[in-house]
């Protein structure tokens, strides 16, 4: 029985870990850029939260939608503001892994200034009762996470298939400048990725406060790093790969931390990146592109 | 071509003269406290710096993949010339220069570990793999035995002593030095022109029968190797190390010096890796905002000057004065005809 | 025995079934042309030879040895050297290095020596040197030599594809519309220098190209590719009057 309940909780976390790799896979689907700012759009996320609801006393019905309009925000502007120029010029791959990584540094770095560095502890934001089959018992959080993370990825799923934007996405993500010909404007487009991608996180953030009541600046580092891995096992650049990978990772972790052990789990996630990349590079759903030559 | 090969020898021999020059004026500086202890442990410093940002370089700059856990590197550097050092029970004088060489190879092999799964594919997995490497590496020296954890290492000994001020900084301008030459010579051979042809288009330099894979995971290997030979120096000039100080900020902190110094400079990197250890030292009061002055600086460097400060121009003495050489000559030249 | 053969070979992208059971054959110092409508698959046969793709199904040979499953450096070594469609020079870096990358795996010193600058450093640079200036003479481009790549006009960027081609001493190079973008004088240049390369090296040449009347004037064989498939293979003459080759160009 012990055994299923890690596999639960495992999914738990890994509904985390699947909101997120949604955001990279998304982004990464569209301008093949690993954006390594998605992580602390996370951290963003959680301090608004903290910012509505702890400092100015705020009701949660008001914070949760707020952080994710501001989260969806913040990934907007940070494309504008720091990835346009490079995506238009069609600048060198590096560049744009530099800018990421620079608005990365920068985001933990203000809050940090701004916030201060020590962690701090959120209330509780959605309180229930541990759910009862029978004698099994199952932590609220653990069911609302994957509940929710369920929900999230049926709705992106109409998004991108029935809707007209979703349909430009995935045309901009097959070949862009045909997009841009075929009358699609490809930095909307690039642009609403960013804040699906963003309100994503926003949710994630939200889940991840309700399960783990503490946030600080750095929080988004090794979070949005396993997330990473999550979309490179589902195979980077498809949306229920990142799902998949990101709910096989919370359990791989979650058995990680119960049968081998608690300190070394961040070590054996990294290990599985190295032994996907080996093994299957493309990830499982991903599918192994040529690149036209 | 005679001629070519003569000039760039000269060009060899004027550079050799000045970093000669200069080591031996620092020395004595050193030697005669004219330069305190402080001073002294900052210029070693900007020298294990150097190390650190000139294999980068390497990497980021000539190679084109982006590296975020050179510290990563360093520490493993750092924490296997230590334990040589604590455990072997021969003289520092001969157990250090051991033990830099056994830093650079055990940094080498955790290289080719993360370098193949990375390297072998095109994109951009070096970066994100890296990135992993530097959190995780610190996660296993935290909980490790003989890492003794977060607790670190302490007492390692070091080569300077209050008589003689000068040993480690000694080891670190000679092998600077040396880095920066193989740096500038491996650039400017046949695998280095293979390097460059990869950053430039990879399926074009596969196509001409180049081992792409090998190449990539051969400068990789040797940037690693050279961050681990500078933190072995790091270990033992410093003393007391624990795995905060190799985390990811200290990776940053060499990529900066990279980009703003120049990506593919060798002298750019020289030049931002000194200034960027000296200004902070000079700036503690505002130490708090140095990485995000750092983040800003990236983004705006990035998105207006991708290719860095210098981009690939490399500062040439030697050349500088052939041209200065050359101007005089003229001038002299033309008043002897206008006297005439 | 053939220099190059390729027997049913196959390749399949998703479904999508880009080329079927292509049989070619090229004989030593042969000029064959690869002709057919666009998107008929021509660039990709060149991909699967040079190894950037790896067939479904079929066999290919370079002078009776399998090369199915091989680097593309690999290839290149064993003696099959390619230009591209969309020109992909190493455009940051000299005219002369363009070629010296060509000739790295034919240079001898090692790292270590290249580290060091020892003398046998010193003399393959010099020796390399001297002849990636002597490839440049070829299309007369010796005093670019020292100018970037990306400042060459078009017409020469090409030409430079072709001579970093040749410079990996290839038996038999693939040359992918050499003559797009160039104007009649260099079309005419370019066909001299063709059969100039192909005696002054005796290597065979195969390559794919739109402008007819090159195609037409220098190939010796023709093979015809449409949707695909090889419709058509014979002389120049025989292609002409080909009804089926006629109606895949006319589309009808």
Known sequence: MDFFNHIINGLGLGSIYALVALGYTMVYGIVKLINFAHGDIIMVGGYMVYLIMVKWGLPIWLAVPASIVICAFTGMLVERVAYRRLLVHNAARISLLITAMGVSIFLQNAFMLIFGTDPKLMPPLFQAEPFKLGSFELASTTVINIVVSVIMMIGLNLLVNKTKIGKAMIATSEDSSAAKLMGINTNRVISFTFAIGSALAAVAALLYCNTYPQIKPSMGNLLGLKAFVAAVFGGIGSIPGAMLGGYLLGVIESLTKAYVSTTLTDAVVFGILIIILLVKPAGILGKNRKEKV | MGYLKKKTGVYYLINAVLVFLLFFVLLNLINNRIINRTSTQILTLICINIILAVSLNLVTGVLGQLVLGHAGFMLVGAYTSALFTMNIGLDLKIAFPISLVLAGLMAAVFGVIIGIPALRLKGDYLAIITLGFGEIIRVIANNLKITNGAMGLSGIKSLSTTKNPSPMFIYAYALAALTVFLMFTFGRSRHGRAVIAIREDEIAAESMGINTTYYKLFTFVLAAFFAGVAGGVFAHQIGVIDPSKFDFNRSVEILIMVVLGGMGSITGSVISATVLTWLPEQLREFSKYRLLVYSIILILVMLFKPSGLLGRYEISIPKFLDKLFARITKKTAKTKTGGA | ?252
Not at chain 3, 6 to 20: H, P, R, V, Y
Not at chain 3, 107 to 123: D, G, V
Not at chain 3, 237 to 251: F, H, K
């Open chain 3, 1 to 252: 025995m053939h220099l190059l053969l390729t027997k049913d070979l196959s390749i399949e992208f998703g479904g999508l079934q880009a080329l079927k059971d292509l049989h070619i054959e090229i004989n030593n110092r042969e000029i064959v042309g690869l002709i057919g409508p666009n998107g008929a698959g021509k660039t990709t046969v060149f991909n699967l030879l040079t190894g950037v793709y790896l067939p479904t199904s079929g066999a290919m040979r370079l002078e009776g040895n399998s090369i199915i499953g091989k680097k593309p450096f690999e290839i290149n070594r064993s003696g099959i050297a390619r230009t591209f469609q969309n020109i992909r020079l190493f455009k940051n870096m000299t005219v002369a290095d363009n070629i010296k990358v060509s000739m790295h795996q034919n240079m001898k010193y090692n790292t270590f020596s290249a580290m060091f600058r020892l003398p046998s450093y010193w003399k393959e640079e010099k020796k390399v040197d001297i002849k990636a200036r002597e490839f440049l003479e070829i299309f007369g481009m010796e005093d670019k030599a020292d100018q970037l790549a990306c400042n060459l006009p078009y017409g020469q960027q090409r030409k430079l594809e072709i001579l970093r081609a040749l410079a990996t001493k290839p038996k038999i190079l693939l040359l992918d519309e050499p003559a797009a973008g160039m104007n009649p004088t260099e079309t005419q240049e370019l066909m001299e220098v063709i059969r100039r390369i192909r005696d002054q090296f005796n290597i065979a040449i195969l390559l794919i190209e739109h402008d007819m009347s090159l195609v037409m004037n220098i190939c010796e064989r023709l093979y015809v590719l449409d949707y695909g498939h090889l419709i058509a293979q014979g002389t120049p003459e025989e292609i002409r009057t080909n009804p089926q080759v006629i109606s895949a160009y006319l589309g009808s």
